[in-house]
């Protein structure tokens, strides 16, 4: 009787020693079918997010170009309003990949390049005719030219001082704080 009840309990433990390895295959199997599922939509969302940073950059850089013209052109109009002989110094922030800076027809044009090499053009219209860097005697001073480059494509990013000054006749606009040299 004692054989036959050792017997029986062997052949308990081999079941629940089978039964046990067959529920941990079945939770191994389950955890990672959950991984493979969390994979597949983790993966392409981190695809999405990366490939359309580069888009936020660029709409980023444009819409700091928008605001630079717009600062440019207000504070030549402030400038101009004021008359003959005011000055003002303003800081402002230019973008990244920024190309240019110009004045034309009494319209500020900021030039920039687009993340795939594309060009983007941002304009601001201004009340007053501009000047970049005209000295009195009218010679156009290149060292103090607000799109002067620094040995590259692009004007430097970061925050630049810029100098308005109204000569009477149209608002001279200097990369420096440098007007009171030629005023």
């Given at each position: 009787m004692v054989q036959l009840s050792l017997k029986a309990e062997t052949r308990a433990s081999e079941h629940n020693y089978r039964a046990s390895s067959h529920f941990?295959?079945?939770?191994?199997?389950?955890?990672?079918?959950?991984?493979g599922i969390l994979l597949?939509?983790?993966?392409p969302l981190a695809i999405l997010f990366l490939s359309s940073a580069g888009l936020r950059s660029q709409d980023l850089s444009l819409i700091q170009g928008k605001v630079l013209a717009q600062r440019i052109s207000d504070e030549?109009?402030?400038?101009?309003?004021?008359?003959?002989?005011?000055?003002k110094v303003?800081?402002?922030q230019y973008p990244e990949r920024l190309l240019n800076i110009s004045?034309?027809?009494?319209?500020?044009?900021?030039?920039?390049?687009?993340m795939r090499g594309g060009i983007n053009?941002?304009?601001?219209?201004?009340?007053s005719n501009m000047a970049d860097a005209i000295l009195p005697?009218?010679?156009?001073?290149?060292?103090?030219?607000?799109?002067?480059?620094h040995g590259g494509r692009y004007v430097n990013p970061g925050i630049a001082a810029i100098v308005f000054y109204n000569n009477g006749t149209a608002v001279?606009?200097?990369?420096e704080a440098i007007y009171d040299k030629y005023a």
């Open positions: 941990k295959g079945q939770s191994a199997l389950e955890t990672m079918a959950m991984v597949a939509f983790l993966v030549a109009g402030f400038v101009w309003y004021q008359g003959a002989g005011a000055k303003v800081l402002v004045f034309q027809d009494r319209q500020v044009v900021i030039t920039l390049e687009g053009q941002v304009v601001a219209l201004t009340p005697n009218g010679a156009h001073d290149a060292r103090r030219s607000i799109t002067m480059q001279n606009v200097f990369r």
